[in-house]
């Protein structure tokens, strides 16, 4: 490979300007989008609120990638959307496009051929038109039922040809149409975390301490009548740094922990006569198999512990847990 050669300090300095003209203009762009928040986008969210089918995206070449973001955000937020390229649209596409469905159409001149040519058939269908253009005198423009106007004063490409402070804008109130209808709907972390199911989010909102804890052979027990030497080769062999303390149904008796047994051998006691119950925690903090995990970290962080038993509605031992099975689970 052949070395990359070093810019002049006036070169790097070009490059460096050149940037962050880029940067301010975009940004600029999307600053002055704020007073496009107006009466048309109160519209437009309502249209969407109250579409009974889904918002169809549609646009072409930039303005198409762009638009295919807005309806993942919408979808992913609680307003069911999908993205329908123009040009196949017109090659059976429109098929897509139901009764109840509202589209978004997208194109910054407004005159996009190949989203003029589907207008007469999204008319016919009498779903309601969204357009998103840098020209509200626009073809597009004036057959919407709503226009949103995302014009910019200037691309920030020096020759003024190439989409970029246009699809910045575009993309930025694509946005802020997808918050709105997220805020407007209620839509809560949970709702979110059943669409992302495979994200840290949903892992942590979504995943049941059943899901992830040990059980059966694999939970540390042992019975009311067990020495602390006893206890202590049961948790060795578990390897959770605890164990639970059982009557002989079963039912907690209360926790050993690695905690117990440093303020155990602090007091001399001898591990080979001395019963557990002895220098146990009655009781213990617990959780259930139905709790989320999401909740099982919580309840050991504010009690400053890493690890807790699993127990049924009578207080049956049926599984245990600690954090290093949270951070495999991904919950930390």
């Not at 469905?101 to 001149?109: F, G, K």
């Not at 992830?212 to 062999?237: F, N, Y």
């Not at 213990?284 to 962080?301: F, N």
């Not at 245990?320 to 689970?329: F, I, K, P, Q, V």
Request: charged share 20%; aromatic share 2%; hydrophobic share 45%.
């Amino acid at each position: 490979m052949n070395p990359i050669p070093v810019s002049s300090k006036s070169d790097a300095e070009k490059l460096q300007e050149l940037g962050l003209a880029v940067i301010r203009t975009e940004a600029q762009a999307v600053a002055d989008l704020a007073q496009r928040i107006d009466a048309s986008f109160v519209r437009a969210c309502e249209y969407m609120l109250h579409c009974t089918g889904r918002i169809v995206v549609t646009g072409m070449g930039k303005s198409g990638h762009v638009g295919n973001k807005i309806a993942a955000t919408l979808a992913s937020t609680g307003s069911p959307a999908f993205f329908v390229h123009p040009g196949e649209a017109s090659h059976g596409d429109l098929g897509m496009i139901t009764a109840g469905d509202v589209v978004l159409a997208l194109s910054n001149s407004g005159e996009t051929a190949e989203i003029i040519t589907i207008l007469p058939i999204i008319k016919r269908l009498g779903v309601p038109l969204i357009s998103m253009t840098g020209n509200p005198e626009s073809t597009l423009s004036r057959e919407a039922e709503v226009n949103i106007d995302v014009s910019v004063s200037r691309e920030a490409c020096p020759l003024g040809l190439a989409p970029t402070a246009s699809t910045t804008a575009a993309l930025a109130m694509g946005d802020a149409l997808a918050v709105a209808l997220l805020e407007a709907r209620g839509f809560t972390e949970l709702d979110f975390a059943r669409s992302h199911p495979g994200g840290s989010l949903g892992r942590k909102l979504l995943l049941h301490v059943g899901d992830i804890m040990h059980r059966d052979e694999k939970i540390p027990q042992v019975g009311e009548d067990a020495t602390i030497s006893e206890a202590l080769m049961e948790m060795t062999a578990k390897g959770l740094g605890m164990t639970a303390v059982v009557d002989d149904e079963g039912h907690i008796c209360g926790v050993f922990t690695d905690g117990d047994l440093r303020r155990t051998l602090d007091r001399g006691v001898d591990l080979h006569s001395t019963e557990v119950t002895e220098v146990m925690t009655r009781g213990g903090i617990t959780t259930q198999a139905q709790s989320l995990a999401a909740e099982a970290l919580k309840l050991m962080e504010d009690n400053k512990i890493s690890g807790l038993l699993v127990v049924d509605e009578d207080r049956h031992v049926i599984g245990a847990l600690n954090m290093h099975d949270l951070l495999r689970a991904g919950v930390v």
